[in-house]
């Protein structure tokens, strides 16, 4: 076996006990409430069970990331596929540590699943390892990346904080137009999970039946002198094309549901890498979600956040709230670190200049700023319980746009991490 594929066996041992620590503090939450003899002796044990298989399987990712090291030559976060399964250790890893303090396993009910859906979401990008462009080939990438990722594995403990705060103070039966409001800022959060769940199914299920789509795509570059160059490239797809990439003709297509031809064209100005397949991806994620969504729906008849509230009973609101807020706090320094000071470092070694206003700096000083007034209003202005939390669920959402969606959608200097 190589050192490849010993660490993507690895990573898929580390995928099955995330899987199942989150089974297990599944029953340790719930299974409280029909355990006969004591339901608090009950939780404590099958929450002691649901660590350990964490820890394992933060051992054997870790173990992944050092044999994936030795493969490549050089620290395995250059690239989407490398960057969020180190995202997800460090999740896991910060689960951990905020687990330690305060003992509580409801938290792995909603912590867990946000290491194994970033993990899942990493496994759909390309996982072949690639060399590292010249920008990249410093000490900084060690530094740099890895602390912004830890910090952001804090952000993700306080998402999750907060959202179970949410769904344990919120009135799923009240009537007035603040209850309702309410209601329905959480199932859009919930709605939000579910979309990318189902795209991960989604991508999974093509790729199994082999759907392939390939188009030639055709972009007129200027030079600052004014001369014109035509770049071709080839854009492959492995969900049915509702969207064609820009400028492009079709080299092969397999049918799907009737659909011998894309229903449209992607629009000019979208000119990040391969933009026109991301915004059919983005297109199917919606499908996808509204699809699952309204399933799970049906089944439970109710709002999915009513349904998961009963779970909550147990938990005292102030301590979510803060788990949330101590979560965020100590991951605030850590990003202010690794994100900006480190980043403008190494943008000075690389580019020549601290800062450039390149799409992910600019996103990064966002994130910054959203977390500075959320520790601002938090602890000048009072901003506890409600709008605290409120403000950690959105946060989250800020971070993985910055990480994410700036990479795929956004044309920059960091663009190469969307390949």
């Known amino acids: 076996m190589t050192t490849e594929s010993l660490s993507g066996t690895f990573l898929l041992i580390a995928f099955i006990l995330y899987t199942l620590?989150?089974?297990?503090?599944?029953?340790?939450?719930?299974?409280?409430?029909?355990?006969?003899?004591?339901?608090?002796?009950?939780?404590?044990?099958?929450?002691?069970l649901g660590l350990v298989l964490t820890v394992f399987g933060l051992l054997f990712q870790f173990g992944y990331f050092i044999?994936?090291?030795?493969?490549?030559?050089?620290?395995?976060?250059?690239?989407?596929?490398?960057?969020?399964?180190?995202?997800?250790?460090?999740?896991?890893?910060?689960?951990?540590i905020v687990y330690a303090i305060y003992r509580t396993a409801v938290l792995g009910l909603f912590a867990m699943p946000v290491c194994i859906l970033i993990l899942a979401y990493a496994l759909v990008f390309p996982p072949d390892i690639q060399p590292l462009i010249p920008a990249l080939q410093s000490y900084w990438l060690k530094i740099?990346?890895?602390?912004?990722?830890?910090?952001?594995?804090?952000?993700?403990?306080?998402?999750?904080?907060?959202?179970?705060?949410?769904?344990?103070?919120?009135?799923?039966?009240?009537?007035?137009?603040?209850?309702?409001?309410?209601?329905?800022?959480?199932?859009?959060?919930i709605f939000v999970v579910i979309?990318?769940?189902?795209?991960?199914?989604?991508?999974?299920?093509?790729?199994?039946?082999?759907?392939?789509?390939?188009?030639?795509?055709?972009?007129?570059?200027?030079?600052?002198?004014?001369?014109?160059?035509?770049?071709?490239?080839?854009?492959?797809?492995?969900?049915?094309?509702?969207?064609?990439?820009?400028?492009?003709?079709?080299?092969?297509?397999?049918?799907?549901?009737?659909?011998?031809?894309?229903?449209?064209t992607a629009p000019s100005w979208m000119n990040g890498i391969n933009a026109g397949r991301k915004l059919n991806t983005f297109i199917w994620s919606?499908?996808?979600?509204a699809i699952l969504y309204v399933l799970i729906r049906l089944a439970l008849r109710k709002q999915i956040g009513a349904a998961i509230q009963p779970a909550m009973s147990?938990?005292?609101?102030e301590d979510l709230d803060e788990i949330s807020y101590r979560a965020i706090a100590i991951g605030f320094p850590l990003f202010t670190l690794g994100a900006l000071i480190f980043a403008m470092i190494w943008a000075h070694e690389a580019w020549g200049r601290f800062w450039g206003w390149d799409p992910k700096e600019t996103w990064a000083l966002i994130t910054w700023l959203y977390y500075t007034a959320y520790l601002h209003f938090r602890l000048s202005r009072g901003w506890q319980g409600r709008k605290s939390a409120w403000m950690a669920?959105?946060?989250?959402?800020?971070?993985?746009?910055?990480?994410?969606?700036?990479?795929?959608?956004?044309?920059?200097?960091h663009s190469y991490a969307g390949v």
């Open 67 to 96: 044999t994936r090291w030795i493969a490549a030559g050089h620290i395995p976060v250059s690239n989407m596929f490398e960057f969020l399964t180190f995202l997800s250790m460090m999740i896991a890893l910060a689960f951990i």
């Open 144 to 189: 740099h990346v890895t602390m912004a990722a830890f910090s952001e594995a804090f952000y993700a403990v306080g998402f999750a904080a907060g959202l179970m705060y949410l769904l344990r103070v919120v009135n799923f039966k009240g009537t007035s137009k603040a209850d309702i409001k309410e209601r329905r800022g959480v199932e859009v959060v």
């Open 21 to 48: 620590s989150f089974i297990i503090f599944g029953i340790a939450v719930t299974g409280k409430k029909w355990s006969e003899r004591d339901p608090e002796k009950h939780v404590k044990r099958w929450g002691r």
């Open 393 to 413: 669920v959105i946060g989250f959402v800020v971070v993985m746009f910055t990480n994410v969606g700036v990479n795929l959608i956004i044309a920059g200097l």
């Open 314 to 317: 147990g938990m005292d609101a």
């Open 195 to 264: 979309t990318t769940l189902a795209f991960v199914i989604t991508v999974f299920i093509f790729k199994g039946i082999g759907y392939e789509a390939q188009f030639k795509q055709e972009i007129t570059k200027i030079s600052q002198t004014g001369q014109e160059t035509v770049e071709t490239s080839i854009v492959d797809y492995v969900l049915p094309p509702i969207v064609q990439p820009f400028s492009s003709t079709v080299v092969s297509m397999q049918p799907f549901l009737g659909m011998d031809e894309p229903l449209m």
């Open 286 to 289: 919606l499908i996808a979600g």
